[in-house]
């Protein structure tokens, strides 16, 4: 028998439902209850998507509630059964779902349904678009065999840094994110994102691929991987797998402690997971995430704003001791017989203004290093953490410390602390300096610049060689001879190489200037 029964949303609309069932029961349209008020369609679709194709929407918006109807009631109960231990959040507030009175939603007749169903087509033709969904109408949500559900992304123009959490925040718009993986390949900073679902990596990759994280710089570029399952040994700033809160850090810090790792590892959370949680550091002040705004395939999709939460970058794990947030880096493992304050100048310059240096008095392999900002610190300790320095393994991490002191008047010191923030050196003073656009990891090919005109292509050679590097390739810009490229031996070699030779001088009035590059000859 079936009846129909009318909802009033915002005191005038009649809408018709048919097919009352006993309360509880699965369904496969389920109700939604407590919906923040600006909430687009696309985010409340975006919850059912890993569980299986969304058929229609009913928005109550009057009312902070939403029916979603489900291909089959099995997308349904499966939906259900997820989301009852781990909340979904919609713009960081608490949804509820239960199963509703209705068998299906009838709204074709509805008035103020445009915005639905132009969200509902934009997601089925992201769905079936290039990916030749086989079967009738209720399997379309499975693809072609060897559609992978893993997403290789490739971060161009790395301004500010990209953080794991970064990223999930991002993607998680799309659908449930199970596992990410971030590394350093070909001097480009790169991740493996594992979806639930192939249809969602499918939807994600149209929607962000070519976008801004932040305005004008940090550009996705997305493909799909030949990896079809990713295997993530650890949960720290490098890897996380949001299924397993019980996985070790590996970094020799302590695991997260159970009440963390609540906030910490719940799969699922739509909005970020770490927005409050304890032990999570305040916003370090990016500009507002208004780079990235979704282009017009997902139809309702607005700007991926970030929450300050996710922009802190490394997570503050209890007992690690570092403040997110900080511009001070603590830097250890340096050899003391060869690093200088100047040294660490040059190097950490590289990915900002070095405003402090303190090479620690009474143990001169550890370093405390103040830039200019968080941003930089963040970006700073993310390229050069784990690389190698006059023969030992550099590690840099946030401090404790808010600023580097300057000796008082007469204290010895042993011209061990520097106050770098006049220098002349500065790469980044300028506000939208082109340095911004070409910041790269440490790379065994260096990009040399201000060239004079009366240096030739040995003396160059000559003077790496005698800085004590192996110089396997050398050129000089084609269109512009005051720049080349110069490929040495190793990463190390390079590295060495920027912190004695950069702003040598060349005569003529010209000094040399030394970068990473991102280019090999």
Do not use: W
């Not at 990463?491 to 060349?506: G, K, P, S």
Request: hydrophobic residues 40%.
């Amino acid at each position: 028998m079936s009846s129909s029964i009318s909802v009033t949303a915002n005191g005038n609309d009649n809408k018709k439902f048919r097919g009352d069932r006993p309360p509880c029961s699965p369904s496969r349209v389920l109700h939604l209850r407590k919906i923040p008020n600006d909430v687009t369609e696309a985010e409340v679709i975006s919850l059912g998507l890993p569980f299986g194709k969304v058929t229609n929407l009913l928005m109550l918006k009057g009312k902070n509630q939403a029916f979603l109807e489900m291909a089959s009631e099995e997308a349904a109960v499966t939906m259900v059964n997820y989301y009852t231990p781990v909340t979904p959040h919609l713009r960081s507030q608490p949804v509820y779902i239960q199963y509703s009175n209705h068998r299906e939603l009838k709204t074709d007749n509805l008035p103020n349904q445009a915005r639905a169903h132009a969200a509902l087509q934009a997601v089925n033709a992201a769905q079936s678009g290039s990916l030749a969904l086989s079967g009738g109408p209720t399997n379309e949500g499975t693809i072609i065999p060897g559609q992978s559900p893993v997403l290789r992304i490739i971060i161009e123009n790395l301004f500010y840094p990209v953080t794991l959490e970064v990223l999930h925040q991002i993607f998680s718009k799309f659908g449930t994110v199970l596992k990410i993986i971030t590394f350093t390949k070909n001097n480009q900073f790169q991740a493996l994102l594992q979806y639930a679902d192939p249809v969602i990596a499918h939807y994600a990759r149209m929607a962000l691929d070519g976008q801004n994280i932040y305005n004008a710089c940090c550009t996705l570029r997305i493909d799909f991987s030949k990896l079809t399952s990713l295997n993530v040994k650890y949960n720290n700033d490098k890897s996380r797998d949001f299924t397993r809160v019980d996985l070790p850090t590996g970094d020799g810090q302590p695991s997260l402690e159970p009440a963390l790792a609540a906030a910490f590892g719940a799969p699922g959370i739509i909005s970020s997971p770490y927005a409050g949680a304890a032990g999570f550091g305040p916003a370090i002040g990016f500009p507002q995430a208004t780079g990235l705004s979704v282009p017009a395939v997902p139809g309702a999709l607005g700007p991926l704003a970030l929450t300050s939460s996710a922009v802190t970058g490394r997570m503050a794990i209890p007992g690690a001791g570092g403040i997110p947030g900080n511009s001070v880096l603590l830097v250890t493992n340096l050899n003391p017989d060869l690093i200088t304050p100047h040294g660490l100048f040059i190097l950490f310059g590289v990915y900002g203004d070095v405003h402090r240096v303190k090479i620690m008095f009474n143990k001169k392999e550890n370093a405390l290093v103040q830039m200019a900002d968080a941003n930089q610190a963040q970006l700073a300790m993310n390229h050069l953490s784990g690389q190698r320095l006059y023969g030992k393994v550099l590690r840099a991490t946030l401090s404790k410390h808010q600023a580097v002191q300057l000796p008082r008047e007469g204290q010895e010191d042993q011209g061990l602390t520097k106050d770098f923030s006049n220098s002349p050196l500065h790469r980044f003073k300028k506000p939208g300096s082109k340095n911004f656009q070409n910041i790269f990891p440490p790379s065994a090919t260096l990009h040399l610049s201000n060239i004079p005109p009366s240096v030739t292509v040995d003396d160059l050679k000559n003077l790496f060689t005698e800085a004590g590097c192996s110089v396997k390739a050398f050129k000089f810009f084609q269109k512009d001879r005051k720049m080349a490229l110069i490929q040495l031996g190793s990463v190390e070699e390079a590295i060495q190489a920027l912190v004695e030779l950069h702003n040598h001088d060349l005569g003529e009035n010209h000094h040399l200037r030394v970068s990473f590059s991102k280019s090999t000859i």
